[in-house]
């Protein structure tokens, strides 16, 4: 009798994690679906089929690098360039995967490894900003959930980009374009005001980056404004936080 | 080709997201190093925002500004980040059409 009512209470506690994480993700969805659109049809439209298009988005996972990669094709750039530029754009989420997964040290690798490959600037900023659930009992549940939500809203749409070209009126997609910028608003914006110290590691990340963006390309420029910025948090930030 | 390309990204994206896994199974942090690893999203979200924010309508900067600023009053009065995403998309789209 114990074990069941304790079998349900596990089920329960699953159930409430993935729909949280649902409920989470949400917004990356709504960020993501107008812009994977907007994909579909530009690598349409630079010769890939849909089925390249889909299997990129499957594949690599990456709005500005796969943005950056149909262009390239389209120009007919070379193959070792447009993946040189690729890792460079993404080789952020290097530094992004190792903060995210020191905080996942009790889950299991088997959960880790796909958490980690699902990892974008979206998914990376709604989970590190619910610490909380990587102390749970099945938090990883949490991530995977909203995890999944970006990751399917992202090659669905995708997709729908390649089938029904432009179906989103021009000023509206471009309107859609500020949607990702809000929600990194909308995330960072509560931890300042519990803790304003934190709104100035964003700043000085920020700095960093115009500057950087002076002499070298977005992608190293986002690396340097994240490790440094990150850096000025060691002298901001004294104590060690949750 | 292309597929040649697509196979060769996806390796490319997949190794950073992938390598710190095996490497935060494999050490444990100095406690500077997790404070700093602490601290990583913070400047992500920073770095992320801004300059790129000036770029959502390539022409006019100020548009994605005023849609950022909306963002930030949104999200201060504490409104969900569903409604700060909403709020900025319809500043940005109303901007766009005068």
Known sequence: METVSKNKQTTSSSALRI???????FPIMLGYIPIAIT???????AGLSLTELTLMSVLVFAGASQFMGANMIALGAGAVEIIIATFVLNFRHFVMSLSFMNRLRTVDLKWKIPLSLGLTDETFAVSSLHPKEAKEDKGFLFYSALTLIAYLSW???????????EV???????????????MFIGLLIPSVKKELRVGFIAIIAMLINVICLQFMSSGWAIVAGTVLGGLSGLFILKEERA | MILLI?????VVTMLPRVIPTFIVDKLQFKDWVNRWLNAIPYAALG???????????????????VG???????AY?????????IGAIVSVFLLTML
């Open chain 1, 168 to 182: 989103i009126p021009e000023k509206l997609s471009q309107s859609m374009g500020i949607a990702l910028y809000a």
């Open chain 2, 68 to 74: 950022g600023l909306v963002a930030v009053i949104l």
């Open chain 2, 6 to 10: 697509i196979i060769g990204m996806s």
């Open chain 1, 155 to 165: 090659v669905v749409g995708s997709f729908l980009g390649g089938v029904l070209g």
């Open chain 2, 77 to 85: 009065i504490g409104l969900n980040v569903i409604f700060v995403v």
């Open chain 1, 19 to 25: 729909k949280r994480g649902l409920a989470v993700g």
């Open chain 2, 47 to 65: 770095a992320l925002i801004f300059p790129g924010i000036l770029s959502v309508n390539a022409d006019k900067p100020h548009i994605g500004l």
């Open chain 1, 39 to 45: 994909y579909g049809v530009l690598a349409k439209q």
